[in-house]
């Protein structure tokens, strides 16, 4: 089972890739901790990765692509993977699809969660994200039980260096230019699924993973 998060920062992707993940026994791959977790420990990776995570902007594609080249070599991804935040380019994409031939596998669906754009900005401003177990939280939607608090393992709650306006503001316009083609490219495929997460819309994520669960058994 392979299966792929497409969408707007903020979108809902880490939580519903977290959902299938318990569903269906397979990790979820998010490009984002990865980076996260390099910076933190102070790795030549981490260190360029920082320069462009900073301003909101993505990390080359070169750096990306041989990073997750490297992921999906570990035993873990064995029995399929969720893969959460890559492809984030054409470029990407086309990559992808060159290494998962390599090893005789394809993707199941790549899910394109829409989102309402008003929404997106005060969900990357409320982020909380548990520094331990990476949880996530929003102050007014979702708060945990103790402010600053995690619920699931007592961690301490940060808010994400790039979760601020300024920078949620560029991560949006980066995702306009150069991610959503990446939807295109894969509605041509026939992998694609498209639906929402919104709040407003009260679509939350166990409704949105049903319905990926549901077009996977009917395809
Ligand atoms: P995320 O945690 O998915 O919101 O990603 C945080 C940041 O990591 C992004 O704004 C990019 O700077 C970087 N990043 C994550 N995934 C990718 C990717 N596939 N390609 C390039 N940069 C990425």
Do not use: H, W
């Given at each position: 089972m392979i299966i792929i998060m497409l969408g707007a920062p903020a979108s809902g992707k880490g939580s519903v890739a977290g959902v299938l993940s318990e569903r269906?026994?397979?990790?979820?791959?998010?490009?984002?901790?990865?980076?996260?977790?390099n910076i933190s420990e102070g790795t030549e990776l981490g260190i360029l990765a920082n320069t462009y995570m900073t301003k909101g902007e993505l990390v080359p594609d070169d750096v990306t692509v041989d990073m997750i080249v490297s992921r999906l070599e570990d035993p873990d991804v064995e029995n399929?993977?969720?893969?959460?935040?890559?492809?984030?380019?054409?470029?990407?994409?086309?990559?992808?699809?060159?290494?998962l031939e390599e090893k005789g596998k394809k993707i199941d669906v790549v899910v394109n969660l829409e989102s309402v754009e008003e929404e997106l900005l005060t969900r990357i401003v409320n982020r909380r994200v548990c520094s331990n177990c990476k949880a996530t939280y929003n102050t007014v939607l979702q708060p945990p039980a103790?402010?600053?608090?995690?619920?699931?393992c007592g961690g301490e709650l940060i808010q994400r260096d790039d979760d601020t306006l300024e920078k949620a503001v560029n991560r949006i316009q980066v995702y306009k230019t150069q991610t959503a083609p990446v939807a295109d490219y894969y509605e041509k495929t026939g992998v694609?699924?498209?639906?929402?997460?919104?709040?407003?819309?009260?679509?939350?994520?166990?409704?949105?993973?049903?319905?990926?669960?549901?077009?996977?058994?009917?395809?």
């Open positions: 269906y026994n397979i990790p979820s791959i998010s490009t984002g901790d990865i980076f996260r977790k399929g993977l969720i893969l959460d935040g890559f492809p984030r380019t054409v470029y990407q994409a086309e990559k992808l699809d060159e290494i103790i402010d600053g608090i995690c619920d699931k694609l699924f498209t639906t929402l997460l919104s709040e407003r819309a009260n679509r939350m994520k166990n409704e949105v993973a049903n319905d990926v669960v549901e077009y996977l058994n009917n395809k």
